[in-house]
């Protein structure tokens, strides 16, 4: 029993460790806390997998015996309890922890961290119960269909995202089931075409690679609206002093961002590493921070932007990174001190 064990685990480990850095490094600018990203994973992979599993125990014997006949379990009755089932991590996360609930991109890479997980166990589970087709249903399962979870539980989060800062509050009420209901219709439309062997095999990737591609350039169209966002809110703090320019350019611009870190890394060792990827990081915060208040976002706080502040220029002044001056900056009181000038930003 052992032999079949491992081999069925390391099918499912490596594929899905890559798609969790692959969805993971779709959020470019504001990376979402690792714990979180964790969390939904396991959401997905433990608890929503056992209770999909009870329902459809619960509900498989009275709609077998339905007008629909007993493949309405396949083709529609999975699909009507994973997706909500998967869809409440989305719901608390988008109730509970708003703030860290961005827009678009974060509902998609949330969604389909929870799908991922997901699709994970259930694969799991059919090369164990397979033991004898494990490497046919390796390539179906874990490649060819590798993110079919991901892409239907993403649909949720991008709805949930793309009315994180409506102002009409009742939008929410739409948008959701309406997602949902897109993904369960998408997931259910997959079950029953491939069905049809071959052909329904075909058709099924055909739409899953359309699907995966529209997600692709939704997410693209979100990075260069996030970079507007950045690029507005971070001017003002330009203007301040609080960042300098080549921080300003680093955060905005991946390759930059980049560049500086290695550079750290190499030039100065791995503490001034760190300490460049936090000041990124929240100057990246603070960004959001800014935009989130100018929108008159309920979820965020002028204290909040005020402690970023506030550790960007001590993180500054631990780099002993100049201003445009050339003078080193220091923190006083509520007070930005810029060599013998000071620029308040209140």
């Not at 699709?119 to 004898?132: G, I, K, Q, S």
């Not at 490497?135 to 649909?155: D, E």
């Not at 890394?265 to 590493?273: A, E, T």
């Not at 979820?299 to 001056?325: K, T, V, Y």
Request: aromatic share 12%.
């Amino acid at each position: 029993m052992t032999s079949l064990v491992w081999p069925a685990i390391l099918a499912t480990f490596f594929p899905t460790a890559l798609y969790f850095w692959l969805i993971w490094w779709l959020d470019r600018y504001e990376k979402e806390p690792l714990l979180l990203l964790e969390a939904v994973f396991i959401w997905g992979s433990v608890p929503a997998i056992i209770l999909a599993i009870l329902f459809q125990v619960v509900l498989a014997v009275p709609l077998s015996h339905s007008p629909l006949g007993p493949d309405v379990t396949t083709w529609a009755l999975a699909p009507l309890v994973e997706e909500p089932v998967k869809a409440l991590a989305l719901v608390a996360l988008f109730v509970f922890v708003r703030r860290e609930f961005d827009g678009p991109i974060d509902g998609i890479v949330y969604g389909a961290l929870i799908g991922a997980g997901f699709a994970m166990t259930e694969n799991l589970l059919f090369f164990l119960y397979n033991p004898d087709d494990l490497s046919g249903l390796f390539w179906l399962r874990s490649v060819v269909f590798g993110f079919n979870h991901a892409l239907f539980t993403s649909i949720v989060g991008l709805g949930l995202g793309l009315v994180r800062y409506a102002r009409r509050r009742w939008s929410g009420y739409v948008v959701f089931p309406a997602s949902l209901l897109l993904a369960i219709m998408v997931h259910s439309l997959h079950n029953m075409i491939v069905q049809y062997r071959w052909l329904g095999l075909a058709v099924a990737w055909a739409m899953h690679s359309s699907g995966l591609l529209i997600m692709l350039m939704i997410v693209v169209w979100a990075w260069r609206h996030e970079r507007t966002r950045l690029e507005q809110a971070l001017g003002e703090e330009l203007r301040l002093g609080v960042i300098s320019t080549s921080t300003y350019v680093e955060t905005i611009s991946l390759p930059h961002r980049t560049r500086a870190q290695l550079q750290a890394l190499c030039n100065h060792g791995l503490r001034q590493y760190l300490r460049v990827r936090r000041l990124h990081h929240l100057v990246t915060e603070l960004a959001f921070c800014t935009y989130q208040l100018r929108i008159g976002d309920r979820f965020q706080c002028h204290s909040e932007r005020e402690r970023l502040r506030q550790e960007i220029i001590n993180l500054r002044a631990l780099l002993q990174e100049p201003d445009r001056s050339g003078h080193l900056f220091s923190l006083t009181g509520n007070q930005v001190t810029s060599g013998p000038e000071e620029v308040s930003y209140e």
